[in-house]
C-alpha cells in the first residue's frame, strides 16, 4: 500500500502537465476565417477572379447587431500579385467566437490610389456605421458630391457576399443554400411557359424588311430581389450560385478553428459598345454628327447590392388633437428624392471605313465615296442596371440618340429592357431579365437607320459569335 500513494500521485502529476500542453497546443491554433473569392456569376460562367479583379476589401460584421468588427484587404501591387494567384485565399486571424456577415467589395485597382484621383470615381461611405449603412457612390471628386454627368471610363466595381460553407477541396461540404434562392433547374420541372413578342430578324435588311417573331419560352422567375425566398438542400456535387442581391449567409467562428468559406462576386459596373449605320446613305455616318444619352437613376449601390432611388414623395401628416395644451402636433413635411439623377454620355468616339473598291479598311477617310462604308461607334461605361417596371415611381434606363444639328430624334429605347432579350442565347440556363443583366457587362448595339431614324437594331455579347435583331415596325 505504501508503493500505491506514490504512484497515484506521479499519474496526477502527468495528467496535469499533458493537460496543460494540449492547451498550450491549442492556444496556438489559429482562430478566425479563410475567405475564398469566387467571380464566376457571368455569362461565361467560369471563375475570372485572377484575371480581372486587382484589389479587395473584406468586411466582417457581428451577425447580431451589425457592428464592425474587422476590415482587410489585399491588393495587386507592381512588385507583388497574391490575387493572381489560382490558389489565393485571404486569412482573417484572431476572430472572437460568433456569428458573422461577410460583404466584399472590389476593383482592378487599389482603392486607396482610386478615391485619391480626380474625376468620377466610386466613393464608399458608412463601413464603420454599421453593415446597412455601408454604400458605394459614384461621386465627382475631388468635391466629392454625387455625380450627375459622366462620359468617362468607370474603376470596375465588384459587390460580394458570403455563398457557401466550406469548400470542398479543402475537406469540406458545399452548402447549396442562399436566403434568397435563384431559378431552379429546368431539370427540376417544366417550368412555367412565359409568351413574350420580339420584334427580331433572321434576315439582313437587304433581302426583306424582317418578321416579328412571337415564341414562348420555358423559363422560370427568379424570386423577387427582397425578401427571404426559399431554401435549398445541402449539396456535396455542386455548389449554388446565388442572385446578385441580399445580405448573405452567415458564418461561424468556432475556438481554435479556421473557418473556410466562399464570396460570391458581382460585377457592377457595364460597358456598352454602339455603332451607327445608314443604309441608304451609307458613305456618310459621321459620330461627330450624333449625340447619345443614358439617363438613369442608379448611382449609389447600397450594402446589399440593391440600387439607391429617390424616396417616394409621401403626403404631409393630418394635425390631430393635442395631447396637452402645450404639446401641438406639427404637420410633418414630404418627403424629397434625394438619389439624383445621372446622364451618361460616351467616352470614346471614333469612325471607321471600309473602301469596297479595294477591300480594305483604312485609317483614314478616302478621297472618293464610291463604294465607301462609314461606320460611327462610341463607348459607354455606366452602373448597375435595373428591369424596372411601368407601375415604379423610378423610370426605367433610357438611351437616346439624336442628331446634334436640328435635335432630330434617331433613336429612343428601354436599354435595360433590350439588353435583357440577350439572354435568349442562354436558354438552357433559363436567367430572368434581371440575373441575365447582372452577369453580362459587356454588350454590343448596332444601329441601321433609313431616312435618318433607327430602322434595324443588332444585340450582340461580348465573347459570343451571336446576335438578335430587331426592325422597328414603328417606322413602317
Not at 458573422?100 to 482603392?111: E, G, P
Not at 419560352?217 to 427571404?228: F, K, L, Q, W, Y
Not at 454602339?274 to 439617363?295: E, G, M
Not at 393630418?318 to 445621372?342: A, H, K
Request: with cysteine; charged share 20%; proline share 9%.
Amino acid at each position: 500500500m505504501q508503493f500505491i500513494k506514490p504512484i497515484i500521485a506521479l499519474c496526477a502529476t502527468a495528467a496535469l502537465g499533458a493537460c496543460s500542453l494540449m492547451k498550450d497546443e491549442l492556444d496556438d491554433c489559429p482562430q478566425g476565417l479563410t475567405v475564398q473569392f469566387v467571380y464566376d456569376y457571368n455569362v461565361e460562367r467560369a471563375d475570372m477572379f485572377n484575371d480581372h479583379v486587382g484589389s479587395v476589401t473584406l468586411y466582417v460584421y457581428d451577425a447580431t447587431d451589425g457592428h464592425l468588427v474587422r476590415v482587410q484587404t489585399e491588393d495587386n501591387t507592381p512588385s507583388a500579385q497574391p490575387l493572381r494567384n489560382v490558389n489565393y485565399r485571404m486569412t482573417v486571424d484572431g476572430l472572437p467566437t460568433g456569428e458573422y456577415r461577410l460583404l466584399a467589395l472590389a476593383n482592378q485597382r487599389r482603392y486607396a490610389d482610386i478615391s485619391q484621383l480626380n474625376g468620377v470615381r466610386y466613393l464608399r461611405a458608412g463601413e464603420s456605421e454599421g453593415m446597412t449603412s455601408l454604400n458605394v457612390a459614384l461621386a465627382d471628386l475631388p468635391a466629392r458630391q454625387a455625380a450627375t454627368a459622366i462620359s468617362q471610363p468607370l474603376d470596375t466595381l465588384w459587390h460580394g457576399t458570403l455563398r457557401t460553407s466550406p469548400d470542398p477541396s479543402e475537406g469540406g461540404e458545399v452548402l447549396a443554400r442562399s436566403s434568397y434562392a435563384t431559378h431552379t433547374p429546368p431539370s427540376e420541372g417544366p417550368g412555367e411557359v412565359l409568351s413574350r413578342s420580339i420584334p427580331a430578324r433572321h434576315t439582313p435588311p437587304s433581302e426583306g424588311p424582317g418578321e416579328v417573331l412571337s415564341r414562348s419560352i420555358p423559363a422560370r422567375h427568379s424570386p423577387p430581389s427582397e425578401g427571404p425566398g426559399e431554401v435549398l438542400s445541402r449539396s456535396t456535387s455542386a455548389r449554388h450560385t446565388p442572385p446578385s442581391e441580399g445580405p448573405g449567409e452567415v458564418v461561424t467562428v468556432r475556438e481554435h478553428q479556421l473557418t473556410n468559406c466562399v464570396i460570391s462576386l458581382v460585377r457592377d459596373t457595364k460597358r456598352l459598345h454602339l455603332s451607327i449605320r445608314q443604309a441608304d446613305d451609307p458613305a456618310h455616318c459621321d459620330i461627330a454628327d450624333y449625340d447619345i444619352t443614358l439617363v438613369d437613376c442608379n448611382g449609389r449601390i447600397l450594402w446589399d447590392n440593391t440600387v439607391a432611388t429617390p424616396t417616394t414623395p409621401t403626403e404631409p401628416t393630418i394635425p390631430t388633437e393635442p395631447t396637452t395644451p402645450t404639446e401641438p402636433t406639427i404637420p410633418t413635411e414630404p418627403t424629397t428624392p434625394t438619389e439624383p439623377t445621372i446622364t451618361y454620355t460616351p467616352f470614346a468616339r471614333w469612325n471607321t471605313y471600309y473602301d469596297g473598291l479595294t477591300g480594305q479598311s483604312p485609317q483614314q477617310r478616302p478621297a472618293t465615296d464610291d463604294q465607301l462604308e462609314e461606320t460611327a461607334h462610341a463607348d459607354l461605361d455606366f452602373n448597375r442596371l435595373m428591369l424596372r417596371s411601368a407601375e415604379e415611381p423610378v423610370s426605367p434606363a433610357i438611351l437616346t440618340i439624336t442628331h446634334r444639328a436640328d435635335g432630330r430624334q434617331v433613336a429612343r429605347i428601354n436599354l435595360p429592357e433590350i439588353l435583357a432579350q440577350g439572354r435568349g442565347a442562354f436558354e438552357r440556363y433559363a436567367y430572368s431579365p434581371q440575373e441575365f443583366l447582372d452577369r453580362a457587362y459587356d454588350y454590343r448595339l448596332d444601329f441601321i437607320l433609313v431616312g435618318g431614324q433607327w430602322r434595324y437594331m443588332s444585340l450582340g455579347i461580348h465573347t459570343l459569335p451571336w446576335t438578335i435583331r430587331w426592325q422597328n415596325v414603328d417606322l413602317d
